[in-house]
């Protein structure tokens, strides 16, 4: 599974996004919410099966949590 804060891009609609939620249903389907900056300044999220991911880039998205105390 794509790790949280990994920024990916779907192959099929170039949605392009940061992993910020993760679901896996019974019949074995994963999928990832990516989510962005849209153009009226709100943030906004699309759901995608991991499978239509092309491109992994390296860093983006937000810093780790630091562990708790």
Sequence with gaps: MIPFGTKVTDNVTGYTGVVTARSEYMNGCKKVCLERLAQDGKLECEWFD????????????????????
């Excluded at 092309?54 to 998205?61: D, F, I, P, S």
Aim: net charge positive; charged share 15%.
């Design 50 to 69: 991991v499978q239509r991911f092309g491109e992994v880039h390296n860093g983006g998205g937000p810093a780790p949590l630091p562990p708790r105390a």
